[in-house]
């Protein structure tokens, strides 16, 4: 199998994982200072392409943080519920074969590191 086919099936593993805990995604692209503002979910539109905000080729993409801490709102006069979702993130991922860092709490996975 190609090496980009493979990265895209690893980042499928990852998108599975961000819908199974809620958590929350960015990517930075190459060329940008800022990444993208944070969203709820990652989707392929096509091959190469990856979206959380609208869609970029996989290979402009810098890296792509993961926040392990899911707010779940229950309602307008309820407290929301805070899950930290750090430790089933970390195994998962390691499980997957990722390498990440975290960077002031928040996973961070170098896209030229995903074979």
Do not use: A
């Not at 994982?17 to 200072?33: E, M, Q």
């Not at 989707?43 to 190469?48: E, T």
Request: hydrophobic fraction near 40%; proline fraction near 4%.
């Amino acid at each position: 199998m190609e090496d980009k086919y493979k990265s895209i099936e690893t980042l499928k593993k990852v998108s599975d994982l961000i819908v199974k805990t809620n958590c929350s995604v960015r990517l930075k692209v190459i060329d940008n200072s800022e990444p993208e503002r944070w969203g709820g979910m990652v989707g392929f539109p096509s091959m190469n392409y990856l979206e959380i905000n609208g869609p970029v080729h996989v290979g402009e993409i810098e890296w792509l943080d993961i926040d392990p801490i899911e707010v779940k709102h229950i309602g307008r006069l309820v407290k929301p519920k805070i899950i930290d979702h750090q430790d089933s993130l970390s195994s998962s991922l390691e499980e997957v074969g990722l390498e990440y860092v975290i960077v002031d709490g928040v996973f961070r996975i170098f896209i030229k590191n995903i074979s």
